[in-house]
């Protein structure tokens, strides 16, 4: 009898509780001779929590640590992605995008040469009393651009190109502070997944690539053989093209990056059809030429070259300029480069390429929706598509406009801007059809343990 109440009161963690006749207690127990005072705990299995936006943060175990049996399965150390990391790149990647609208008025001002000098760390404020900005005023007028240009611009006109430039270099240093301090803390505070890290450090190093790079453009525009040989006091178009290159890099990392995972967060899956397959090159394709053309625009504006025919679609009233134009032998210094010269020196080129490659890259970008509707991808999928469509529609405009209306500053701004408009849509669209990564992976393991 003390038997039957004491199975009756036994509570086991996985099982019913036994019923009181002896005769139906499972084999295991009815054939041992002594029953335990207590049975064995069972190993905890963690439980299985959807995801949701309102975690502060998303843990899964390692790779290195998701492949050990059960036995060992308390000494995983969970990995954590913060939820306000993608949303702090998100913010970064906003910053990048302002200092390009800076650097686009800063070019189109004619203010990047008014600062001679480079002050990365002691530079920060700009002059405050009067002796300060005689200093800098008489730096800039001794420089080939105060001699040859504006060597008639009263100190009211000088600072406000002193502004613009500062403006532009302050921007930088406050994305270097608002990269590096927080991927300090997130790197330090949280075990991220194992490729996060040195994505973020590549970004870092990035940042500060940059700065150099546009020091390094500064400097082409102040260097003495300009006031010897009679030239424009302007940056070299090469490091110009290169200066925005770098930037346009760092955009694309950091949005791709901050999409990356803010998705494997959500948990969003990929529906990988041959036919999205197929389609999902197309993007990438035409974010390469988007990066390619707007690189070319690059040469187009070091040059000036905006200024050289004024119409559209013709040039002179031909659709291909004289080949003389194109190919003018007195930007070759020696046998075999004249073609290539002519595409990155001579004004006439240089736009001809521009158009030629905006008008193609225009062409596979308005493709973009419809191929999308024949491979039947997801609604949200064919938003960005159509989206990508519409941006490539007005810039194409913008730059048309641009054009016709002789490179006024608002219109180039914007045409600037448009351009990294473009690579966005093309960034969100590419991530609706990014595959899970590893995080997501992870986070799927977790769930359907």
């Not at 705990?41 to 959807?50: A, G, I, K, Q």
């Not at 300060?132 to 005023?137: L, T």
């Not at 180039?412 to 801007?417: D, E, P, T, W």
Request: aromatic share 10%; net charge positive; with cysteine.
């Amino acid at each position: 009898m003390s038997l039957k109440i004491g199975l009756q009161r036994l509570a086991l963690p996985t099982f019913e509780r036994l019923p009181l006749r002896c005769a139906s207690i499972p084999t295991p127990f009815r054939t041992a001779t002594r029953l335990p005072r207590t049975f064995p705990r069972l190993p905890s299995r963690p439980l299985s929590r959807p995801l949701s936006t309102a975690t502060a943060s998303i843990p899964f175990p390692s790779p290195a640590s998701a492949s050990t049996s059960s036995s060992s399965a308390t000494a995983v150390q969970p990995v954590v992605i913060p939820r306000s990391l993608p949303n702090w790149l998100f913010g970064c990647s906003a910053l990048v995008f302002g200092i390009v609208v800076i650097g686009g008025l800063t070019r189109l001002t004619e203010s990047g040469l008014s600062i001679t000098e480079w002050e990365p760390f002691t530079g920060i404020l700009p002059p405050i009393s009067n002796a300060e900005w005689d200093v800098e005023w008489e730096k800039y007028r001794v420089s080939p651009e105060g001699i040859m240009t504006n060597s008639k611009i009263e100190m009211s006109e000088f600072k406000k190109i002193f502004y613009m430039e500062w403006a532009h270099r302050i921007a930088g240093r406050v994305l270097g502070v608002a990269f590096i301090v927080p991927t300090i803390y997130y790197c330090t505070r949280y075990k991220l997944p194992r490729a996060l890290p040195f994505k973020l450090a590549a970004i870092g190093l990035g940042i500060g690539f940059q700065g150099v790079i546009g020091w390094y453009m500064v400097k082409s525009g102040l260097d003495q053989e300009i006031i010897d040989t009679n030239s424009v006091p302007r940056v070299s178009q090469y490091r110009l093209a290169a200066h925005l290159a770098a930037a346009l890099t760092l955009y694309v990392g950091i949005v791709s990056t901050a999409i990356g995972v803010r998705r494997d967060m959500l948990g969003k899956t990929y529906n990988a059809t041959p036919a999205i397959n197929r389609f999902r090159r197309l993007p990438f394709v035409a974010l390469g030429m988007v990066f390619f053309t707007a690189v070319s625009g690059a040469f187009v504006a070091g040059l000036d070259a905006g200024l050289v025919y004024n119409e559209f679609p013709t040039m002179g009233g031909r659709l291909v300029p004289p080949t003389d134009e194109l190919l003018d032998k007195r930007y070759s210094k020696k046998e075999g480069d004249t073609w290539w010269r002519n595409m990155l020196e001579n004004p006439v080129t240089a736009q001809f390429d521009h158009r030629v490659f905006a008008m193609t890259t225009f062409a596979v970008l308005l493709s973009i929706p419809f191929l999308a509707r024949r491979a039947n991808v997801m609604r949200n999928t064919q938003r960005w598509a159509n989206g990508v469509a519409l941006a490539a529609v007005g810039q194409v405009t913008l730059g048309i406009t641009t054009l016709l209306y002789l490179v006024p500053i608002p219109l180039a701004a914007s045409h600037q801007a448009g351009s990294v408009v473009l690579l966005t849509t093309l960034l969100g669209l590419l991530g609706t059809l990014r595959k899970p990564g590893s995080a997501a992976r992870a986070i799927r393991a977790i769930q359907t343990r």
